[in-house]
């Protein structure tokens, strides 16, 4: 930038010298002398040509010097996107359980501790009358691998309540052993289907009684 200017401040010395070094014109002059004065003043038209010529082409330069730089900064402070990393998830294998069968036998092991509940009375949507008084009976087997020591409670589990009795405590069972168990009970006064469950301390085994009251 500074080469260009001392270049501009050169042609202008220049032309200024030139301008100064012509000769005045006088009113007193022969027209001999004013033609070669006119013939020696077309050199210097041509030369202040020449000068005019290279300010312009010197300012030309500078106007693509400012663009250019003007183009530098805004290509400089352009930021460029950031690139977000493409994760891959990690996938957590299913593992299926098997159940565990008697060596040989592919039949699956009894629990250690199981039940059933059988032999259900009254049977499903027996009709009774509303407020109709009549027995629950059911019989829990110990169908588990281990004896049961005396303590696992029959209890009331949901459902309408149709009996005075939730609570009823089993005898020690040894595997294979039955218990039954009699309730006394009443039908309720709604009309309807009627439903009340019953489970085995530790939810191992579930009974329950459907009646319709007519």
Same mark, same amino acid.
């Given at each position: ?25 006088? +009113? ?7 033609? /070669? ?13 020449? @000068?005019?010529? !290279?300010? !312009? ?10 663009? +250019? ?5 805004? !290509?400089?402070?352009?930021?460029? *996107? ?10 957590? *294998? ?8 008697? *060596? =040989? ?21 027996? /009709? ?11 019989? @829990? ?32 069972? +040894?595997?294979? !052993? ?11 006064? /709604?009309? =309807? ?6 489970? @085995? /301390? ?13």
């Amino acid at each position: 930038m500074k080469k260009i200017i001392q270049a501009v401040g050169i042609f202008l010395t220049l032309a200024l010298f030139l301008s100064a070094c012509l000769p005045e014109t006088t +009113a007193g002059q022969e027209p001999q002398q004013q033609q /070669e004065q006119q013939v020696e003043n077309t050199p210097t038209l041509d030369t202040q040509s020449m @000068v005019n010529t !290279a300010v !312009a082409q010197t300012v030309e330069a500078q106007n693509q010097i400012g663009t +250019a730089v003007a183009l530098t900064t805004v !290509a400089q402070n352009t930021v460029a *996107p950031t690139v977000t990393p493409f994760t891959i998830p990690t996938v957590t *294998p299913f593992i299926v359980s098997t159940p565990t069968t008697k *060596p =040989g036998s592919g039949v699956p092991a009894k629990a250690t501790y199981a039940c059933d509940v059988v032999l259900v009375r009254p049977r499903a949507y027996a /009709e009774f009358n509303r407020g109709q008084d009549f027995d629950i009976k059911m019989t @829990v087997v110990n169908t588990g691998t281990r004896d049961w020591y005396q303590g696992f409670d029959l209890k009331y589990s949901g459902g309408t309540v149709m009996t005075t009795t939730t609570h009823v405590e089993l005898p020690a069972m +040894a595997p294979g !052993a039955k218990h039954q168990i009699v309730l006394d009970a009443a039908a309720p006064t /709604e009309r =309807g289907t009627h439903t009340m469950t019953w489970t @085995v /301390e530790g939810r191992i085994c579930f009974g329950y009684v459907t009646i319709t009251v007519k």
